[in-house]
């Protein structure tokens, strides 16, 4: 048998022995971009430090609190986190998104919620999005659950229950039923199972969440900072958003996200931030060099390719921070906006620090000597590194027809993996990327030229995953497009 060396060498990449980690890997051939290098070595720790000083100074973020003081809870914030964005580049276009929120659950009366975002306009409608909760909460007050005689019972878990210095670790169920399986019907009082639902509580008790979450807040004003100042004009518009209403269960984040999926709103993608500044777990464990992040699947699902991108883009610009890619949509019993973002079709993923120190969420002590400015910068940089790369990049192509079918078949052979995809405005150059369709992660890669398909002679599409990536002139890569097999019911 006499087969051409190229394709014995094409069989000997295709057959490679799957590896079960692949460690992201820089493209090869494509250098990293000066403009986005300095971009990333703009982020200021100092700033971030003052921005959260000045945050936590507002005493209370709560949803629920004084909106109409100057100084103190919720308004005087919000409205400080709009000038200062106002103030830090006139070319950042800064607004309230603004919703009324009628009473219902943990909004235990009919308020004014608003958002605060800041849009930095790029060449194409397409939408890139970071964000972190500027509200915050403090369920340790004591006081909260007087009168409760039922502390809350084994197996449901009360969000809250972790007072300062609580021994029940963190727990917190947003949208959760009160009672668990197997539970006797009809708990006594439902405060005691949930204290945001006691319309009684004090909402103006000091709550500083300066992790929980000024630092994914702080972090995207900062980015806001460097990326107007950049002075690099991107393809995509990017938007710096700080939300309200998460601890009450993603409200601001959902009212968002339902506006713009009805309004037809091109987001491509969303980093979600919270809790991200704190390098020392409450078991007194320290990581300071990784950073968490959450992708709702499936396996290949959009939101998953931008985890993917984002642990590749900052292998090459962060090498010094480790992208823990966590096949969750966020941890047990636990949720973040992004999952709102999630729940309406868009691609948003979380990041989350490596350590929490549950003791100190959601009470009167998660103030800023709990906070790691050089680890929360950090994570910045991760941020950064990902977001300009997509931005800078061609948008993904499409690896489906207008049926929502995948173009992945086997010709000419019959035996053959042939892909086809769209062309992406802007690209140069593709690149196809496959794996044995066991393995998590990309294990081959493969630059081809300005072509719209590529055919793999004798690769079984049904035994690999492809996917394809548009790649620009300076080498700047999309996040992939996977050809994912549809479901189907019959043989
Ligand atoms: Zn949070």
């Known amino acids: 048998m006499k087969y051409p060396a190229l394709l014995v060498l094409l069989a000997a990449v295709l057959y490679a022995p799957a590896h079960a980690q ?5 493209s090869p ?4 971009d000066p403009r986005i290098e300095k971009l990333i070595a703009s982020i200021s720790e100092e700033r971030l430090q003052q921005l959260l000083q000045k945050l936590v100074s507002f005493g209370t973020r709560n949803t629920l609190s004084d909106a109409t003081s100057p100084t103190r809870g919720i308004g005087a914030a919000r409205q400080w986190i709009f000038d200062e964005l106002k103030r830090t580049s006139p070319r950042l276009q800064v607004s309230f998104d ?8 943990r909004i235990t009366r009919d308020i004014e919620l608003r958002n605060v975002m800041a849009v930095l306009p790029g060449r194409s409608p397409r939408r890139i999005y970071v964000s972190g909760h500027y509200d915050s909460v403090n369920l340790g007050a004591r006081g909260q659950l007087a009168g409760n005689t039922r502390p809350p019972t084994e197996g449901v878990q009360a969000r809250g229950a972790q007072a300062p210095g609580g021994q029940r670790g963190e727990v917190q169920r947003p949208g959760a039923q009160a009672q668990a399986p197997g539970e006797p019907a009809a708990p006594p009082n439902p405060t005691a199972i949930d204290p945001q639902l006691n319309p009684n509580q004090d909402y103006n008790v000091d709550a500083p969440g300066a992790n929980d979450d000024g630092s994914g807040t702080v972090l995207s004003m900062e980015l806001a ?23 009450q269960g993603l409200i601001g984040a959902a009212a968002y996200a339902k506006d713009a999926k009805a309004e037809n709103i091109p987001i491509q993608a969303w980093f979600n931030n919270d809790i991200v500044g704190n390098s020392r777990g409450g078991d007194g464990t320290v990581d ?11 396996e290949d699902s959009p939101s998953r390719s931008l985890a993917q991108f984002t642990r590749r883009v900052a292998a090459q610009y962060v090498p010094s921070h480790g992208v823990r890619l966590i096949a969750r949509s966020d941890r047990f019993s636990r949720g973040g906006d992004h999952s709102a973002l999630n ?21 009167p002590n998660d103030t800023l000597d709990g906070v790691d400015f050089r680890y929360l910068a950090q994570n910045a940089r991760v941020n950064a590194a990902a977001m300009a790369t997509l931005a800078l990049a061609p948008a993904p192509l499409d690896v489906t027809n207008a049926r929502g079918m995948p173009t992945i078949d086997r010709r000419p052979s019959g035996y053959d993996a042939h892909l086809r995809w769209t062309a992406s405005p802007g690209a140069a150059g593709y690149r196809i990327f496959w794996r044995n ?26 035994d690999w995953v492809f996917g394809v990536a548009a790649v620009d002139a300076a080498g700047h890569e999309s996040t992939v497009s996977v050809y994912v097999a549809p479901a189907r019911s019959d043989g």
């Open 22 to 26: 692949a460690p992201a890997r820089p």
């Open 98 to 105: 603004t919703h009324q929120i009628p009473k219902a659950r």
């Open 343 to 363: 729940a309406q079709g868009f691609a948003a993923i979380g990041f989350r620090e490596s350590r929490e120190n549950y003791s100190k969420q959601h009470g």
């Open 225 to 247: 900072r460097v990326f107007a100042e950049s002075g690099i004009e991107f393809d995509a518009t990017l938007v710096f958003m700080t939300v309200a209403g998460e601890e």
């Open 437 to 462: 369709a066991w393995a998590p992660d990309w294990e081959h890669e493969l630059t081809v030229g300005n072509v719209t398909e590529y055919t793999f002679p004798h690769a079984n599409i049904d």
């Open 29 to 32: 051939g494509a250098g990293l």
């Open 288 to 298: 300071s060099a990784t950073v968490r992040l959450y992708s709702v699947g499936p």
